[in-house]
Antibody, heavy 124, light 111 residues
């Protein structure tokens, strides 16, 4: 079965750090871009970051640039989101997703496999 | 304010047809970037519904269809069923923001 499973969420104080993980199975992980999308409580979806198949390209939404780092280990079929200097507004459910589409650039891509999400709460 | 604008809510009776619009601009939908749609049932993760403007993944009923024109896109649902009650989101790429953008989401209520 093709699936991705997130972990690592929790409660953290403002300014703190958290490391989210995403374990992939059922597909050739190294053949796909991967993405993180978040959803604040009662709000809509927001793209956070994505990473190319071989990790050579990483893209971020402006609000997390310099604070979040996306990475992957193709030998372990795993995706990571390192979140530093967390803010209250980073509170959300974070979804990991397999990312696919036509051509070499992610401009036309979409998430065709979603995990169930992991909850991050930033509060004092 | 989302870059892609969707109506906050739509409703319809079982069996009816509803459409959900997704309005963008010249830096996203109007720039010919594809539009994709996701369905989020209550309390669950989003699920891909339509990709590449008009394509349905395997397993998605043909009651769901997508279209795109100029700076907007639409999701149509025919033969509305109670299980279609969910939030629906459009997604594209924005060249000004250099990243993916989502619509604010539309809550579909089946009356």
């Amino acid at each position: 079965e093709v699936q991705v499973v997130e972990s690592g969420g929790g409660l953290v104080q403002p300014g703190g750090s958290l490391r989210l993980s995403c374990a992939a199975s059922g597909f050739t992980f190294s053949s796909y871009w991967m993405s993180w999308v978040r959803q604040a409580p009662g709000k809509g979806l927001e793209w956070v970051a994505n990473i190319k198949k071989d990790g050579s390209e990483k893209n971020y939404v402006d609000s997390v640039k310099g604070r979040f780092t996306i990475s992957r280990d193709n030998t372990k079929n795993s995706l990571t989101l390192q979140m530093n200097n967390l803010r209250v507004e980073d509170t959300a459910v974070y979804y990991c997703g397999r990312t696919y589409g036509p051509g070499p650039r992610y401009h036309y891509y979409y998430m065709d496999v979603w995990g169930k999400g992991t909850s991050v709460t930033v509060s004092s | 304010q989302s870059v892609l604008t969707q109506p906050p809510s739509v409703s319809g009776a079982p069996g009816q047809r509803v459409t959900i619009s997704c309005t963008g601009s010249s830096s996203n939908i109007g720039a010919r970037f594809d539009v994709h749609w996701y369905q989020q049932l209550p309390g669950t993760a989003p699920k891909l519904l339509i990709y590449g403007n008009t394509n349905r993944p395997s397993g998605v009923p043909d009651r769901f269809s997508g279209s795109k024109s100029d700076t907007s896109a639409s999701l149509a649902i025919t033969g509305l069923q109670a299980e279609d009650e969910a939030d629906y989101y459009c997604q594209s790429y924005d060249s000004s923001l250099s990243g993916w953008v989502f619509g604010g989401g539309t809550k579909l209520t089946v009356l």
